[in-house]
T-cell receptor, first 113, second 113 residues
């Protein structure tokens, strides 16, 4: 298995633009998590899904952020409109139902200028 | 509110020495305590994890010590090697690990040859 796949790896966008980050979890995993990593705040959980259903979105910072999981093999995190303070590395992770090891993707480094 | 506090922020250890990283948590509902290792440009990867029904877990050179009454846990890396140089994160979760991870701020470990 190729692991958790995120795209793009790097994204540079102008303030006010819409940004969409994509994640393909490991096949057979039934939970998916979005995290954000910054120097100031470290790794923060934004939202997670179980069997494609959003379970906890209390970590989503503002209404500008939204996440979807239309099927078991794909999820998106959208920021509209983007702001410079959204600059961070965004990680997607998936978790199988039979154990507790979360597998992380390589991350998407977002820069909003 | 920082629910998981990690120290030190950075650590330099000589090759062959013991690296020790400490974490403290606040939420007594946490029931799963993993340590993640992250190399530059990569996502975090699970190193070792423990549940509160045991006080110690060892896997190779890596040991977690857990003190439930003090709400503290630590990672010991024995015979530290240059390849261990990375950022280490402690984390905690409810639901046996299924509810998403609350991370400490991380420790940047450098092993000097």
């Amino acid at each position: 298995d190729a692991g958790v796949i995120q795209s793009p790896r790097h994204e540079v966008t102008e303030m006010g633009q819409e940004v969409t980050l994509r994640c393909k979890p490991i096949s057979g995993h039934n939970s998916l998590f979005w995290y954000r990593q910054t120097m100031m705040r470290g790794l923060e959980l934004l939202i997670y899904f179980n069997n494609n259903v959003p379970i906890d979105d209390s970590g989503m910072p503002e209404d500008r952020f939204s996440a979807k999981m239309p099927n078991a093999s794909f999820s998106t995190l959208k920021i509209q409109p983007s702001e410079p303070r959204d600059s961070a590395v965004y990680f997607c992770a998936s978790l199988p139902g039979w154990n507790t090891e979360a597998f992380f993707g390589q991350g998407t480094r977002l820069t909003v200028v | 509110q920082q629910q998981v506090k990690q120290s030190p922020q950075s650590l330099i250890v000589q090759k062959g020495g013991i690296s020790i990283i400490n974490c403290a948590y606040e939420n007594t509902a946490f029931d799963y305590f993993p340590w993640y290792q992250q190399f530059p440009g990569k996502g975090p990867a699970l190193l070792i994890a423990i549940r509160p029904d045991v006080s110690e877990k060892k896997e190779g050179r890596f040991t977690i010590s857990f003190n439930k009454s003090a709400k503290q846990f630590s990672l010991h890396i024995m015979d530290s090697q240059p390849g261990d140089s990375a950022t280490y994160f402690c984390a905690a979760s409810k639901g046996g690990g299924a509810d998403g991870l609350t991370f400490g701020k991380g420790t940047h470990l450098i092993i000097q040859p």
